[in-house]
């Protein structure tokens, strides 16, 4: 089937070629054709209602893609993570400590990020997922730092906080 789903070819008229090849060759199509297909459907409506990333899109700034990057905080890289459920690709960025409480401030406005808290050994977010409504994509964010105690008005202190933006490409 993977011959005739040529790309801008709509599944129909690839089921309709498969068809009318089967018939000049007088055999009947693939058993299970069907259902494989209504698999396929099921399976695509998951990963758009569980927000995954459609196939072929990039890692990248995620940041600076959704116009949504604050001001000081550096893009380090992107890696896709084949080897982890439900294999992310993780944007990872630093901002200077003397800026983060500007930063953290500005991903809590633009994504709804709870404020850092400290518990044992350093700064850092509850988990927090946020959905971009005009792609359906969700996106994990956190930051944090592991540091002594510094309370916030110290923060200048810190060399740097670690953020990461991470966004699905397969189903859980």
């Known amino acids: 089937m993977q011959y005739y789903l040529k790309p801008g070819r709509s599944p129909a008229v690839a089921r ?10 007088g055999c009947a199509p693939v058993p299970g054709y069907a259902q494989a297909q209504e698999i396929q459907a099921r399976d ?3 990963a ?14 995620f940041l600076q893609a959704l116009g949504r ?6 893009y380090l890289g992107c890696e896709r993570h084949d080897d982890l459920q439900a294999r992310p690709m993780i944007a990872r960025y630093r901002v200077a400590g003397a800026a ?9 406005l633009a994504f ?18 946020w959905r971009d409504e005009r ?6 964010l956190g930051m944090g730092t592991e540091t002594p105690r510094y309370p916030r008005a110290d923060w200048g202190r810190i060399p ?11 189903i859980i």
């Open 69 to 74: 990057k604050p001001e000081g905080v550096e």
């Open 16 to 25: 309709l070629a498969l068809l009318l090849t089967a018939a000049a060759l």
């Open 135 to 140: 792609t359906g994509l969700q996106y994990g």
């Open 160 to 170: 740097g906080f670690d953020i990461t933006v991470a966004v699905y490409t397969e």
């Open 44 to 46: 695509a409506a998951e």
């Open 100 to 108: 983060a409480a500007r930063a953290e401030a500005d991903l809590g």
């Open 112 to 129: 709804g990020m709870p404020p850092l808290e400290f518990a044992c050994c350093g700064w850092g977010t509850k988990p927090h997922w």
């Open 48 to 61: 758009r209602a569980q927000g995954v990333a459609p196939p072929g899109m990039p890692c990248q700034d």
